[in-house]
């Protein structure tokens, strides 16, 4: 079964920092990848995604996620955080087996960007 | 409607009741499916149709969840005689396509009904 890994469930910086979250998959076949961001009182939306190609994916408001096939990871990264980036964030991975597009998603990382 | 749509967003049930979550897909998505999300966790597959056949179940915890989607559209959860541990939210999602790794593949998310069990 496919599980997904993120560390430091809470993430607190200020604005202008930079930000990096880790996400780590266990599934070794071909899969996709993507990151989600939901916004206090909002829906999940989705912020970027990989299926193949260039493993340097861009997103919108200036995410970006490498894809390292070798480490099996997908780490959200962007360069200089605003407020209105406080959010949690979902790594998930769907694999080509299971025929479907079903997600298996990490536990999230709470970010709060202090102004 | 724009968006995946839920109703209701909110449900409170005593112990032992039965309730039902509503989900309104984005018109003409085939794909649908149901995730439940613990309170501090990531959301948990529950259940996958394609139009109106239900083609994974694997994540349904119990025989009291059931789902259905009779029209290829609009789908319900319902799960009977309510537990304290199905406080949750639930989501729905629906994407357009039914195979894997396509362009059009992106999951739309409604906003979750959020139940209570007291």
């Known amino acids: 079964a496919q599980s997904v890994s993120q560390h430091n469930h809470h993430v607190i910086l200020s604005e202008a920092a930079s930000l990096e979250l880790g996400c780590n998959y266990s599934y070794g076949g071909t899969v996709n990848l993507f990151w989600y961001v939901q916004y206090p009182g909002q829906h999940l939306q989705l912020l970027l995604k990989y299926f193949s190609g260039d493993p340097l994916v861009k997103g919108i408001k200036g995410f970006e996620a490498e894809f390292i096939k070798s480490k099996f990871s997908f780490n959200l990264r962007k360069p200089s955080v605003q407020w209105s980036d406080t959010a949690e964030y979902f790594c998930?991975?769907?694999?080509?087996?299971?025929?479907?597009?079903?997600?298996?998603f990490g536990k999230g990382n709470q970010v709060v960007v202090i102004p | 409607g724009a968006g995946v749509s839920q109703s209701p967003r909110y449900k409170v049930a005593k112990r032992g009741q039965d309730v039902a979550l509503r989900c309104d897909p984005i018109?003409?998505?085939?794909?649908l499916f149901w995730y439940q999300q613990a309170l501090g966790q990531g959301p948990e597959f529950l259940t996958y149709?394609?139009?109106?056949?239900?083609?994974?179940k694997s994540g349904l915890p119990s025989d009291r969840f059931f789902a259905e989607r009779p029209e290829g559209s609009v789908s319900t959860l319902k799960i009977q005689r309510t537990q304290q541990e199905d406080s949750a939210v639930y989501l729905c999602?629906?994407?357009?396509?039914?195979?894997?790794?396509?362009?059009?593949?992106?999951?739309?998310f409604g906003q979750g009904t959020r139940l209570t069990v007291v």
């Open positions: 998930a991975v769907s694999s080509r087996p299971h025929g479907n597009n079903r997600l298996a």
């Open positions: 999602a629906s994407s357009l396509v039914a195979r894997t790794g396509g362009l059009n593949t992106e999951a739309f």
């Open positions: 018109s003409g998505h085939v794909s």
């Open positions: 149709f394609q139009n109106e056949a239900q083609l994974d």
